[in-house]
């Protein structure tokens, strides 16, 4: 029997390519390749670039494909595989979020990439506010979604307690279809029933590079006493899923207490952990104002 996957994908990267988008291979160093959906055309430059950022449980185009047919017309959009999902790949061993931000870095300037705003989710929040930090140069603004600068003890501990797992691990890579469906319910404010065989085909087609992405999630938790709180030059929108159970809106608040001035917050109702993907309309609308505000305000600044 095909795996839904199988079928999806092909069809999802021909839609790509239609909007104007091709996967890139990219060389950070020899062993150390990513993939990057890029725009198709060699100059893309008249238009701001927007780098889309993904969480743990899917590729980039995969986590992001709503997005990018509602920003290909306005920006040059970016999206990465990070180390060990989709097409990117390292035989290094650094498994740290300053190594994925860093070979993020690199590949877009690779790219031709000199100025952009990112956005992340989850994951790709925190190597995004890891890549502000390190290359202040490359990253304008960010606009974060259901993240936190860095994952310290005491926030990974308060989320985990809140969704019922021991482990980040336990949660991210699921091995049975059940325990698949049990990540999307959690991070999902009201996910519609699906059959049993596409959480099989789900678990068939996503979870690759275990043991690589179990050293990932072990890297990414920080004690609180080893974390001090950056200062970023950047705009930081925060735009989160008001029922997101695992960075609540507590959560949200602190961040944004922790960004100081230059950081604003919205919350989207009935929406969760991916709120992308839950409520891509009004997401995007939010996503598409933000964005046009930082266009026009850095036209004022030029």
């Given amino acids: 029997m095909l795996n839904l996957f199988s079928i999806y994908k092909p069809i999802l990267h021909g839609v790509m390519k239609l909007a104007g988008m091709s996967p890139r291979k990219v060389e950070?160093?020899?062993?150390?390749?990513l993939n990057i959906w890029a725009p198709t055309t060699t100059r893309p430059?008249?238009?701001?670039?927007?780098?889309?950022l993904h969480g743990f449980a899917m590729d980039g185009i995969l986590t992001w494909q709503l997005q990018v047919l509602a920003l290909v017309r306005n920006y040059a959009v970016y999206v990465p595989d990070f180390l060990f999902f989709g097409g990117s790949v390292t035989d290094r061993a650094e498994r740290t979020v300053e190594f994925q931000s860093e070979c993020m870095a690199r590949g877009l300037r690779q790219l031709g990439v000199e100025k952009c705003t990112l956005v992340g989710l989850s994951y790709g929040g925190m190597v995004g506010f890891k890549m502000a930090e390190m290359y202040p140069d490359l990253v304008r603004s960010m606009i974060v979604t259901c993240s936190v600068m860095a994952l310290i003890e005491s926030v990974s501990?308060?989320?985990?307690?809140?969704?019922?797992?021991?482990t980040w691990s336990d949660f991210l890579l699921p091995k049975t279809p059940k325990a698949v469906k049990i990540m999307f319910d959690t991070a999902?404010?009201?996910l519609p029933n699906l059959p049993t065989f596409v959480y099989k085909d789900i678990l068939e087609a996503?979870?690759?590079?275990?043991?690589?992405?179990?050293?990932l999630l072990e890297a990414l938790v920080t004690s609180d006493k080893a974390f001090t709180i950056p200062r970023y030059p950047q705009k930081i929108h925060l735009l989160w899923g008001e029922k997101d159970k695992i960075f609540d809106m507590?959560?949200?608040h602190n961040l944004k207490e922790q960004v100081g001035?230059?950081?604003?917050?919205?919350?989207?109702?009935k929406a969760g952990h991916l709120v992308n993907l839950e409520r891509p309309c009004v997401y995007n609308s939010h996503l598409k104002k933000i964005l046009a505000s930082l266009?026009?305000?850095n036209v004022q600044h030029n």
């Avoid at 430059?45 to 889309?52: D, I």
């Avoid at 001035?261 to 109702?269: S, V």
């Fill in 295 to 297: 266009v026009e305000e």
């Fill in 250 to 252: 507590e959560t949200a």
């Fill in 261 to 269: 001035e230059k950081a604003t917050l919205e919350a989207i109702e």
């Fill in 28 to 33: 950070i160093q020899p062993g150390t390749v």
């Fill in 45 to 52: 430059h008249h238009k701001p670039a927007v780098v889309l």
């Fill in 157 to 166: 501990n308060a989320g985990l307690e809140r969704i019922g797992f021991p």
């Fill in 206 to 215: 996503m979870f690759n590079n275990r043991k690589e992405r179990h050293e």
């Fill in 188 to 190: 999902s404010y009201k």
